[in-house]
């Protein structure tokens, strides 16, 4: 089948009886991306019969679906038309969260040898986190953890090589090329850097999850002092704004 967008053509791959994978592109850029959860919201809104469940990542959508309801043939077309013309997106606007950081210490233990590997001080890699404008890419790996693109190159490392068995609800870390805020006590291999008061996950809270793929972040520093202050507020919310992003960051900005 013959589909026309701005992108290579879409690939359909099985996976497993029942789901399908719609493949969009290769690598992780903001265009792609965007490309991807435009699709996610064309499947919803087309209510095609048989859908259980999407997973759109950084490239791809992963659909999960009741065969007994919808065979894959008839689906994967109907998936490949509605991924045609998917063309370059106008610019949106976007939330950007200020999110707050204590970092270093005890609150960003890894701080110091991030800062070593890079060959800065701790506050030049304070400061670069602080001025980076990242994406939320996608949500996974536990409920809410947001994959954020956008981290300066000079800071891109391996993740670590022994990962920690448990790191605390709302570190500020990363592995790679990727940020991450992570939304419970985890195990990690990120590199910690600080933590936020603020809870992206939270099911008391409606939704529970703060962030959503598309979303921007701004960290911010704060004190041991303030990030105490802020973490026994019931309820707290970081600060957001909605933001349009300039085209050209729309266009390929590799994270």
Request: with cysteine.
């Amino acid at each position: 089948m013959s589909v026309t967008t701005s992108f290579p053509a879409p690939v359909l791959r099985a996976a497993g009886d029942s789901a399908l994978i719609v493949e969009l592109g290769d690598g992780i850029a903001q265009d792609l991306n965007a490309a991807v959860h435009r699709l996610d919201r064309r499947i919803a809104d087309a209510g095609l019969p048989g859908i259980v469940e999407t997973v759109p990542t950084y490239r791809s959508i992963l659909v999960q679906f009741d065969p007994a309801v919808m065979a894959a043939e008839p689906l994967g077309q109907a998936l490949l038309d509605l991924a045609a013309e998917l063309t370059q997106a106008a610019a949106e606007p976007q939330l950007r969260w200020i999110v707050p950081v204590c970092f270093g210490g005890a609150h960003g233990e890894d701080l110091d040898d991030v800062a070593r590997r890079s060959g800065l001080s701790a506050e030049e890699v304070v400061r670069l986190h602080c001025t980076a404008d990242y994406r939320v890419y996608m949500l996974g790996f536990s409920p809410g953890f947001a994959y954020l693109g956008g981290l300066p190159e000079v800071l891109h490392q391996p993740r670590r090589e022994n990962p920690r068995m448990v790191t605390p609800a709302g570190s500020v870390m990363q592995g790679g090329a990727q940020a991450a805020i992570s939304p419970i006590a985890m195990p990690s291999g990120w590199h910690l850097l600080g933590r936020t008061p603020a809870k992206t996950f939270d099911l008391k809270r409606e939704p529970p999850f703060l962030l959503a793929p598309g979303d921007r972040i701004r960290f911010t520093a704060i004190s041991a002092a303030e990030f105490d202050r802020l973490e026994g507020l019931s309820g707290y919310l970081p600060d957001c704004e909605t933001v349009t992003a300039p085209a050209a960051l729309l266009q390929g900005a590799a994270a």
